[in-house]
């Protein structure tokens, strides 16, 4: 089993790594990802919500990790996380359902038992 919160953590540092080393590309993919993500039509935990979906649909572990500590973060209950991972499944298929059970344990990792 994947630990959520490490690679999290490791994930953070080495994102921080290559904005220091790959600065043009990189400070312009946090300018997106943060301007993607404020409050808008939609508020931004909907949207981290989209994005842990699409995490779960193409299979990235290392997305699952970002987008479910910070729909988290924005306040995510979890049957919103759950019913989330099902909309990945509808759209990833037989693949996305494995991923679905990945999200499973990053939710059970980042959000205490309610």
Same mark, same amino acid.
């Given at each position: 089993m994947t630990?959520? *919160?490490?690679t999290y953590a &490791?994930?953070?540092? #080495?994102m921080a790594d290559? =904005? #220091?080393?790959? /600065?043009a590309p990189m /400070? =312009?993919?946090? #300018?997106? &990802? #943060? @301007?993607t993500m404020d409050d808008g039509a939609l508020p931004g935990k909907i949207k981290e919500l989209m994005a842990l979906a *699409?995490? *779960?649909? *193409?299979?990235?572990? =290392?997305?699952? !990790?970002?987008?479910? &500590?910070? !729909?988290? @973060?924005? =306040?995510a209950t979890?049957?919103?996380l759950i019913e989330t991972i099902g909309v990945g499944v509808l759209m990833g298929g037989g693949?996305? /359902?494995?991923?679905?059970?990945? !999200?499973?344990d990053a939710i059970d990792q980042?959000?205490? /038992?309610e």
């Open positions: 630990d959520y *919160v490490t &490791h994930l953070e540092q #080495r290559l =904005g #220091r080393e790959l /600065s /400070s =312009g993919f946090a #300018r997106l &990802h #943060r @301007k *699409v995490s *779960v649909a *193409v299979g990235c572990d =290392g997305c699952i !990790a970002y987008h479910t &500590h910070d !729909a988290v @973060k924005a =306040g979890r049957p919103e693949p996305g /359902s494995i991923y679905a059970a990945h !999200a499973l980042f959000l205490p /038992s």
